[in-house]
């Protein structure tokens, strides 16, 4: 059993990684200041911060074992647009979370880095050893982390694993994918399944260019099951060796168009939404495909699910209702004070929100 902080752990993945580990009884801490993520979507077995990322000093203490760091801003367009939050959010707010953790000695980090490190990589499989050539600023925080936590390791012992993520989908039970603004394609396309099939108007979902060099000319990504995802996050904490840092693609080595995206969404909801082709969204690299080998390899993870099985398991999350809430610790209360464990945060969002 190891005492574990995870970071964005009201997130989107952070939800479900703090589910799987505490179905392995590990004891799991939530610091998450509900910038994009939700309340009700934290196990109520966690133990809860509601806190920004730069006060991790004030929550760690020498009895963690680990910290697994999901929080962090993540829209290709919109650090495309606001660079600086993206220098600030992640790589500053990293900075202050690694200072944290030296003065605690809390030897082992498994960090949420990114296929977006890459950049435009041509349309093989991406392998750790392809060059690192971000394509928007959102990429680039992630790979300077990626450097910070290679130094930290490498002078003062850190066990580091870096986890590049490609595309995450799907659910875990009744935790899925619900942000406000919404970018990502499938969940985008479920909620024009959604209005359609409930006769509202709505604006046809969009396909963001129509002119990539791929086989039928909208942008390919190698989706992963989001389940399959956070298991990797606990076989990275079991691997994760003081004093190195290892970078592992997470990916299953197939491609997935829009176009296909599109077509699947259709047959799994029986829904024929409506698509509009437009330009390409700024920042965005015609193909990420993973190679899986080194994870394979040295976590023995090897990814199942195929993309009509992730969107059948958002589009039946849609349906269900997300988990209580968990123990409330030091949310700061609007008069400025504390409250006490087991009581509920004023500031808390309504629990339809996830
Ligand atoms: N979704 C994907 O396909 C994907 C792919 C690759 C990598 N990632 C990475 O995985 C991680 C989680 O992504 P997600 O899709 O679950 O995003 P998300 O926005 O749903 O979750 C991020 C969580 O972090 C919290 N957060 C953000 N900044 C914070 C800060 N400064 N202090 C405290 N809490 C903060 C948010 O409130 C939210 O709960 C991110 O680091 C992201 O870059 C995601
Ligand atoms: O309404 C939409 C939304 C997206 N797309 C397109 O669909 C593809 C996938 O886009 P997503 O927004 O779903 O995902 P991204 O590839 O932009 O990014 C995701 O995966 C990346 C890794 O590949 C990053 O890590 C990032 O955090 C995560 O958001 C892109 O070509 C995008 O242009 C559309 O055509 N229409």
Redesign the pocket.
Known sequence: MMKILVTGGAGYIGSVVVARLLEQRHHVEVLDDLSTGHHDAVAGEAVWHRRPLRSAGEVLDGSFDAVVHLAAR???GESMQHPERYWHGNIVETLALLDAMRHHSVPRLVFSS???VYGDAGSDPITEMTATQPTNP??ASKLAIDHMLTAEATAHGLGAVSLR????AGAYGALGEHHDPE????P??LTAAEHHRDGRDYAP?????TDYPTRDG??V??YIHITELADAHVLALEHATPGTHEILNLGTGVGTS?RE?VDAVRQVTGVPIQVRE?D??PG?PPV?VASGAQARRLLGWVPEARVTAMIQDAWTARSQHAPGPPVVRDAPTPAGGHLRPGSRSPELPPSSSS
Do not use: K, M, P
């Open positions: 993540s829209l290709v990114t296929a977006a959102y990429g993520y490609f595309n995450v970018t990502h394609l499938i985008n396309l979902a969009q396909i963001f260019g909208t942008a990504r190698d829009v995206v437009a390409r969204r965005d990420l």
